[in-house]
Nanobody, 116 residues
Framework: QVQLVESGGGLVQPGESLRLSCAASGSIFSVYRMGWYRQAPGKQRDLVATITSGGRTNYADSVKGRFTISRDSAKKTVDLQMNNLNPEDTAVYYC??????????WGQGTQVTVSS
């Protein structure tokens, strides 16, 4: 059974930074794509950033230039460095692994709150 565990969320002020981390446990031989999604209250879950096994990245327009996704395939971890946070970034952030067989795994989520 594969489990994803996120960490690093919290309460910060506008303009500050946070780094989210996601670690996987279980039987994983390879991960096609790792990513971060977020869901604000009353809204759907949206893509934040993804990174493929080949290192190709994709970002939501709203976070380009502020967020950076990185992965360590050997350690089965994916991080999200978030800089210059603003209140619109407030949401629950979820880690996602997409396997080569197209099966999805999700973490339990970590809360990020940006408020003065």
């Amino acid at each position: 059974q594969v489990q994803l565990v996120e960490s690093g969320g919290g309460l910060v002020q506008p303009g500050e930074s946070l780094r989210l981390s996601c670690a996987a446990s279980g039987s994983i031989f390879s991960v096609y794509r790792m990513g971060w999604y977020r869901q604000a209250p009353g809204k759907q879950r949206d893509l934040v950033a993804t990174i493929t096994s080949g290192g190709r990245t994709n970002y939501a327009d709203s976070v380009k230039g502020r967020f950076t996704i990185s992965r360590d395939s050997a350690k089965k971890t994916v991080d999200l460095q978030m800089n210059n946070l603003n209140p619109e970034d407030t949401a629950v952030y979820y880690c996602n692994f997409l396997m080569p067989n197209m099966k999805n795994y999700w973490g339990q989520g970590t809360q990020v709150t940006v408020s003065s």
